[in-house]
Nanobody, 116 residues
Framework: QGQLVESGGGLVQAGGSLRLSCAAS????????MGWYRQAPGKQRELVAR???????NYADSVKGRFTISRDNAKNTVYLQMNSLKPEDTAVYYC??????????WGQGTQVTVSS
């Protein structure tokens, strides 16, 4: 059973930075998409950023210019560098991995709290 291990969440003041990491276990292979979603209280889970196997990226409009997603294929790890954080970025952030065999994996979630 594959699993994703997330790290890097926490509490930060507005304008600060955090870096999230998500490592996919060795039993997860043929990875296609790797990305981050978030869910704030009372809201639906939404895509934050995604990187495709070829390297192309997608970002939510609300984070463009502030967040950067990257992946290390050798380590099966995806990162999310979050700069200029705002209180509205407060949410539980979930790592997501989608494989070419149509398996979909989710991390356990990591809390990001931005104080004003």
């Amino acid at each position: 059973q594959g699993q994703l291990v997330e790290s890097g969440g926490g509490l930060v003041q507005a304008g600060g930075s955090l870096r999230l990491s998500c490592a996919a276990s060795g039993s997860i292979f043929s990875i296609d998409h790797m990305g981050w979603y978030r869910q704030a209280p009372g809201k639906q889970r939404e895509l934050v950023a995604r990187v495709i196997s070829g390297g192309s990226t997608n970002y939510a409009d609300s984070v463009k210019g502030r967040f950067t997603i990257s992946r290390d294929n050798a380590k099966n790890t995806v990162y999310l560098q979050m700069n200029s954080l705002k209180p509205e970025d407060t949410a539980v952030y979930y790592c997501n991995v989608h494989t070419t065999l149509l398996w979909n994996y989710w991390g356990q979630g990591t809390q990001v709290t931005v104080s004003s």
